[in-house]
């Protein structure tokens, strides 16, 4: 079992940057492969990005690659998002999740534990 707090989202300007943080319980980080979704309102959850166990590979979606980057610290049983140039179409409530195994996967409903999601909003 594995719990989930996401913290760092809030309001800023297009152009600007935050950095999320997504805390995880247990002991058994490591074993996770790590993502981040965001959702809008009215749509879909969607991915953005994932890290695997060991942070040695990253995959993106290709609406934040190159303005983003995954990261994580398994001592201290947290993954970042560090989110650049942001603008207005990344508002969004952003979700981290975790997966037990090795394979980077994308899809939504793969991953097994979810926090209860950070706002993100960028105002233009």
């Known amino acids: 079992q594995v719990q989930l707090v996401e913290s760092g989202g809030g309001l800023v300007q297009a152009g600007g940057s935050l950095r999320l943080s997504c805390a995880a319980s247990g002991r058994t980080f490591s074993s996770y492969v790590m993502g981040w979704f965001r959702q809008a309102p009215g749509m879909e959850r969607e991915f953005v990005a994932a890290i695997s166990r060991s942070g040695s590979n990253t995959a993106y979606a290709d609406s934040v690659k190159g303005r983003s980057t995954i990261s994580r610290d398994n001592a201290k049983n947290t993954v970042y998002l560090q989110m650049n140039s942001l603008k207005p179409e990344d508002t969004a409530v952003y979700y981290c999740?975790?997966?037990?195994?090795?394979?980077?996967?994308?899809?939504?409903?793969?991953?097994?534990?979810w926090g209860q999601g950070t706002q993100v909003t960028v105002s233009s």
């Open positions: 999740a975790a997966k037990l195994g090795a394979v980077l996967i994308i899809t939504p409903g793969r991953y097994e534990y």
